[in-house]
């Protein structure tokens, strides 16, 4: 008797240690990935900050980007020395990150809850699967593909065939003016968006696709019932079911879009500097920058092209850091409204 | 089964309406089903359903899990048509007229025969929004009406206090009964002459329960139901007739009060005596 309970005890105690254990690694676990994301900003933080010194606000609104002479000796202002005459301006690429990635949003999102509820609610199971793979294979392609086909195949055809056709459509008034003029030669802007919106199509209608999934057969028999068409049932039932999710979804397309970089280093004309008139013309990116402008940085003797460098890195962090902020503050106001608590993610 | 449906028809219907103030036509029938036999793949459901339904009767299908009364429930407006593997030979008239017949508007039949299922199905949508979703699909009303029409059918199915002050708040903190009165007050709100009901209580507490069975009764006889119940006291309370299905078939159907205390077929005895299923 007495026996059986010390060996109960003991049991008892491993497994309370083992529980503690797991507890604690996984506790360990859940702090990696801040401590990442805190030790990498850190990190670029630390190594801008000379380029921060020297750029000051002006990074934010100038839109000349000049790595100065080289070849004449460095020149030392507020304490960092640099080359002369070096001036770094932003934003034009700050400009051309967030527009770009925001036209490949607005494109990308009908596309691609369009075909979530295609393949969900009207294709037979054995052609859902066949898209399903399709989608996928679309999501493992490397972005130097989608580059290169952009630049050599997709540009030059969208600046023969269709740019002038929409140039010629859109009304000449506000926003519009920006779809108007020269229609360039196929690498800019329009081509840059419409190359990431079809990088991150398969990100979001597959789990579009995923969440469609989840709206209750029930909830969408009760729209039926009453007579809706099946777009109504789609438009008032299953995409507010799972809206937040779709926000969660569209964010993490968002959030591709704003730090791809090879496939809009080849297909925007990576011009330095730009600052496109329309949605035609060549223009650059945050990220675009970083990889066409390493090499020649690397030659700067001083350090400070490839401080600004880093700067333009915390730059787009702390940019993909706000999208993921003001989404989460988007779906906690979108899911009060009326969605079950804790659905529809 | 049934051999002379039509026979039993007018019987039902008389006894219907010794029971009523209201002269209904005996040949007034909203729903019939001709020779009705459902399946899914291979497997038939039911078969051979010639069963009547008179113009603002209750009808109550009783009959033990699996015997086929939510498919044959379904049938009536069409809900199964696009599910996978259902077959079906025979036809349903609703005003004498195939509702399969290339005349018939689906969209149309489902405003004029409606559906309220076993468990509530709120839509992602205000409480309000929810009452008045059928009136804005069929533009039914001006949009200037749309209020004062969710508060009338809000207070038609006794809601209208509890919800008064959240009215566009999510269903989904309702509890389970309210929400189903709310899916009551959806299916109200688009005029059915026609209501379905699968076992509508079965998910409630006795008060909600109490509170659907007054209003069925209090609208009929406007609204013709058939409400598949598995709660035999309930069927008894509230129909004028009864269905009983069994293996498949239609074993018996008449007047309620014959089918609960003089039925002419044993597994019906057995059945509603509570030594069957
Ligand atoms: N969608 C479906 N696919 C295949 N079989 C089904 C489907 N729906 C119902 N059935 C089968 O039809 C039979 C009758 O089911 P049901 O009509 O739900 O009976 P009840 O409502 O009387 O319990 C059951 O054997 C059930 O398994
Ligand atoms: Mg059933």
Redesign the interface.
Known sequence: MNHSIAVRERSRATLLKRFFSIKAVSRIAAFLPPAALVFATAILFAEALPAIKYNGLGFLTHTQWRPGNFYVNPVTTNGVTHPVGALYGALPLILGTLESSVLALVIAVPVSIGAALIIVEKLPDHLSQTVGLFLEVLAGIPSVIFGLWGTLTLGPMLARDVFPLISQIVPNIAFFKFFKGNTGHGEGLLTSGIVLAIMVIPIIASTSRDLLRQV?R??K?????????DW?TNR??SL??I?TGLIGASVLGLARALGETMAVAMTSGAVLGANPSNAFLPMTTIAATIVSQLDSALTDATGLATRTLAEGALLLTLIALATNIAARLLVRRVSS?????G??I | MIQQGEHVNVQSFDALASGSDNHLEPTDLIVSTKELSLGFGQKTVIADIDLSFPRGSITALIGPSGSGKTTFLRTLNRMNDNVKGFTRTGDVLFNSESIWSPNIDLLALRRRVGMLFQRANPFPMSIEQNVIAGVKAHNIAKKSQLKQIAKMRLEEVGLWQAVETRLHDSPFRLSGGQQQLLCLARALAIGPDVLLLDEPTSALDPTSIEAVENLILSLSPAITFIVVTHNLAQARRISHNTAFFFEGQLTEYGPTKHIFEDPSRPETQRYVSGRMG
Do not use: M, Q
């Open positions: 209750p029930l909830t028999e009760g729209g039926a019932a009453l007579g809706f068409t109504e008032w039932i507010p079911w809206r409204t009326a969605l079950p608590v659905r529809g």
